[in-house]
């Protein structure tokens, strides 16, 4: 052979490139046109009232804010650098405002132990009046969510939330809202409203929290043409004391409006499930399908390409599926999808009060962002139950890449129910599920030996799913009406005993067990184990280094 043979296929230079050096062209379709980049940014974000308001300060004369997070969606995380930039610049109190370095995040995190030397350091800075600023690039949960956990790590005063947001209620963090306020082609919105008006239909005009600010005007324009005409808006009274917006627009004050959402409807003259929705921008999945389930109809139109959207949308049915497997479910995951939201500690607890009354199993996750990968470690849970935003924080799988499915409080609630009344409405809120749902809850001065007493007589539930009848939907039950396998020299006092082949701990059923039983593999060598051989006979092989094997 004259060469060597070839390892690999040959690649020119012009071919071969690492991604790493690769130049993205950034988009900023919602900036319009501009000639100056920053100053765009700065009247987009509205950054010099949220400078006046950064530099608050209390009735000692102190700063209100001196650690100051921003959190940015991935959609606009590229204009995190010259928000940035223009705050250092503006905001000038007793020293330079900075960003701090990670060992200075240790010195404020610390505790101040007695023996720790940065105890003195870090007095220095927390009394200083040295202005603090960190960017929040990756969200713990859902984008329109406030970070109180990433601010959190570095203890930070107030979070700056960009883009757009489902305001709903937090604990503990002061939290500034900057919607923005992006370009809108509304020369081609219109001609599309007004084709919807033609047939004397009613539409209602609705648009995320950025795109809101132009809905007042197009809805004022075409009023007086179309009087079945609506728009919706931000909603600006769900504001609390520890929230408030920067740059909020006027709304109009002469006109009745009632409240959706996070949004007051102006110009009803009907039931709003009367109406055509025409919502601008495309909302996340368990918007849409909240959305979807309250108006008669719903089109979407897309602002980076000017064009309308007209589906596929999340399915309705599919959730009704998935509530008929959570009622023969015998283990509910519970699965914590937000730590910030005020309401996420009573609907955990309501929750569990439910399951245990229903007399099944139910564990509590909190996995971070959910993917596939991470819930399918848990495979003795029969279906996920997951406490999240509504806007963007519940996982709707529209394809099936779960491995079980994943439905909300107020499914639940209806799998639960001894009889289900299905009437196509889609609850998210938190609030709405505990004030108006139909929880059983037990009494609370149930114990566990209660909740088996109550469901010792049922009897196996057919599963509507696989059109089964299954014996474990209720594993707190006892087991008194099961066949018992009689076996030979079995100690009448053993914790654990074989029911139908099923094995059941104090004459409840043992869902772990039952998992164990029915996986293929059981561990190294169960491919064998209906083998006589039981394995090839063990000689020595090769030793000694690489260039020179001993044989």
Same mark, same amino acid.
């Given at each position: 052979?004259?060469?060597?043979p070839a390892l690999s296929t040959?690649?020119?230079?012009? #071919? %071969?490139?690492? /991604?790493? $050096?690769?130049?993205?062209? &950034?988009?900023?379709? !919602? *900036?319009? +046109?501009?000639?100056?980049?920053?100053?765009?940014?700065?009247?987009?974000?509205?950054?010099?009232?949220?400078?006046?308001?950064?530099?608050?300060?209390?009735?000692?004369?102190?700063?209100?804010?001196?650690?100051?997070?921003? #959190? %940015?969606?991935? /959609?606009? $995380?590229?204009?995190?650098? &010259?928000?940035?930039? !223009? *705050?250092? +610049?503006?905001?000038?109190?007793?020293?330079?405002?900075?960003?701090?370095?990670?060992?200075?995040?240790?010195?404020?995190?610390?505790?101040?132990?007695?023996?720790?030397?940065?105890?003195?350091?870090?007095?220095?800075?927390?009394?200083?009046?040295?202005?603090? $600023?960190?960017?929040?690039?990756?969200?713990?949960?859902?984008?329109?969510?406030?970070?109180?956990?990433?601010?959190?790590?570095?203890?930070?005063?107030?979070?700056?939330?960009?883009?757009?947001?489902?305001?709903?209620?937090?604990?503990?963090?002061?939290?500034?809202?900057?919607?923005?306020?992006?370009?809108?082609?509304?020369?081609? $919105?219109?001609?599309?409203?007004?084709e919807l008006c033609l047939e004397?239909?009613?539409?209602?005009?609705?648009?995320?929290?950025?795109?809101?600010?132009?809905?007042?005007?197009?809805?004022?324009?075409?009023?007086?043409?179309?009087?079945?005409?609506?728009?919706?808006?931000?909603?600006?009274?769900?504001?609390?004391?520890?929230?408030?917006?920067?740059?909020?627009?006027?709304?109009?004050?002469?006109?009745?409006?009632?409240?959706?959402?996070?949004?007051?409807?102006?110009?009803?003259?009907?039931?709003?499930?009367?109406?055509?929705?025409?919502?601008?921008?495309l909302p996340a999945d368990p918007?849409?399908?909240?959305?979807?389930?309250?108006?008669?109809?719903?089109?979407?139109?897309?602002?980076?390409?000017?064009?309308?959207?007209?589906?596929?949308?999340?399915?309705?049915?599919?959730?009704?599926?998935?509530?008929?497997?959570?009622?023969?479910?015998?283990?509910?995951?519970?699965?914590?999808?937000?730590?910030?939201?005020?309401?996420?500690?009573?609907?955990?607890?309501?929750?569990?009060?439910?399951?245990?009354?229903?007399?099944?199993?139910?564990?509590?996750?909190?996995?971070?962002?959910?993917?596939?990968?991470?819930?399918?470690?848990?495979?003795?849970?029969?279906?996920?139950?997951?406490?999240?935003?509504?806007?963007?924080?519940?996982?709707?799988?529209?394809?099936?890449?779960?491995?079980?499915?994943?439905?909300?409080?107020?499914?639940?609630?209806?799998?639960?129910?001894?009889?289900?009344?299905?009437?196509?409405?889609?609850?998210?809120?938190?609030?709405?599920?505990?004030?108006?749902?139909?929880?059983?809850?037990?009494?609370?001065?149930?114990?566990?030996?209660?909740?088996?007493?109550?469901?010792?007589?049922?009897?196996?539930?057919?599963?509507?799913?696989?059109?089964?009848?299954?014996?474990?939907?209720?594993?707190?039950?006892?087991?008194?009406?099961?066949?018992?396998?009689?076996?030979?020299?079995?100690?009448?006092?053993?914790?654990?005993?074989?029911?139908?082949?099923?094995?059941?701990?104090?004459?409840?059923?043992?869902?772990?067990?039952?998992?164990?039983?029915?996986?293929?593999?059981?561990?190294?060598?169960?491919?064998?184990?209906?083998?006589?051989?039981?394995?090839?006979?063990?000689?020595?092989?090769?030793?000694?280094?690489?260039?020179?094997?001993?044989?």
């Amino acid at each position: 052979m004259s060469q060597a043979p070839a390892l690999s296929t040959h690649q020119e230079a012009d #071919q %071969f490139h690492y /991604s790493q $050096i690769e130049e993205k062209r &950034i988009e900023r379709y !919602y *900036l319009g +046109e501009y000639s100056d980049l920053k100053q765009r940014i700065i009247q987009f974000y509205d950054l010099d009232e949220l400078e006046t308001k950064l530099q608050e300060k209390d009735n000692d004369g102190r700063l209100k804010y001196k650690n100051i997070t921003l #959190q %940015f969606p991935d /959609s606009l $995380i590229a204009d995190s650098s &010259i928000v940035l930039s !223009y *705050l250092q +610049e503006s905001l000038v109190t007793n020293e330079d405002c900075s960003t701090k370095s990670y060992l200075d995040v240790e010195e404020i995190g610390c505790k101040g132990c007695v023996d720790c030397d940065k105890k003195d350091k870090k007095s220095k800075i927390q009394d200083s009046d040295k202005q603090a $600023i960190w960017i929040l690039a990756d969200t713990a949960y859902s984008s329109c969510c406030i970070d109180e956990v990433a601010s959190g790590h570095v203890n930070g005063d107030v979070v700056v939330h960009f883009g757009d947001a489902c305001l709903n209620p937090i604990d503990k963090l002061n939290a500034l809202y900057v919607f923005g306020k992006p370009h809108l082609n509304a020369e081609k $919105i219109i001609e599309r409203v007004e084709e919807l008006c033609l047939e004397d239909n009613k539409v209602v005009l609705m648009s995320d929290t950025p795109y809101s600010y132009n809905l007042y005007s197009i809805y004022r324009e075409l009023k007086p043409k179309y009087p079945n005409l609506a728009y919706a808006d931000v909603d600006f009274d769900l504001r609390r004391e520890n929230m408030e917006v920067i740059g909020k627009w006027s709304q109009p004050q002469d006109e009745d409006s009632i409240a959706f959402a996070n949004r007051r409807v102006f110009g009803l003259v009907d039931e709003i499930s009367n109406y055509k929705l025409f919502h601008i921008t495309l909302p996340a999945d368990p918007r849409l399908l909240f959305l979807s389930t309250n108006f008669s109809s719903v089109e979407i139109f897309d602002c980076k390409e000017n064009c309308t959207v007209l589906g596929p949308f999340p399915s309705l049915m599919k959730r009704y599926k998935h509530m008929h497997v959570g009622r023969t479910a015998g283990t509910i995951g519970i699965l914590i999808n937000t730590l910030s939201l005020a309401n996420t500690k009573i609907m955990l607890n309501t929750v569990i009060k439910a399951i245990r009354a229903a007399g099944k199993k139910h564990y509590i996750f909190v996995v971070g962002k959910p993917n596939v990968a991470k819930l399918a470690n848990f495979d003795p849970i029969d279906i996920w139950c997951i406490l999240g935003c509504g806007q963007s924080g519940i996982v709707i799988d529209n394809v099936g890449d779960y491995y079980k499915p994943i439905i909300t409080p107020y499914e639940l609630q209806l799998a639960l129910k001894p009889e289900v009344s299905w009437t196509g409405r889609w609850v998210t809120d938190f609030m709405e599920v505990i004030e108006n749902g139909e929880f059983d809850l037990g009494n609370d001065e149930d114990t566990e030996n209660d909740i088996i007493e109550r469901h010792k007589d049922d009897a196996p539930e057919f599963d509507a799913v696989t059109g089964k009848f299954s014996a474990f939907s209720r594993p707190l039950r006892q087991l008194k009406h099961l066949d018992v396998e009689v076996i030979e020299n079995q100690d009448e006092t053993a914790l654990v005993k074989k029911f139908s082949s099923n094995l059941a701990i104090q004459s409840t059923v043992s869902t772990s067990a039952k998992a164990l039983q029915e996986r293929s593999w059981t561990g190294l060598g169960s491919d064998f184990k209906d083998l006589e051989e039981y394995g090839a006979a063990l000689e020595e092989g090769r030793n000694g280094i690489a260039r020179d094997y001993g044989f």
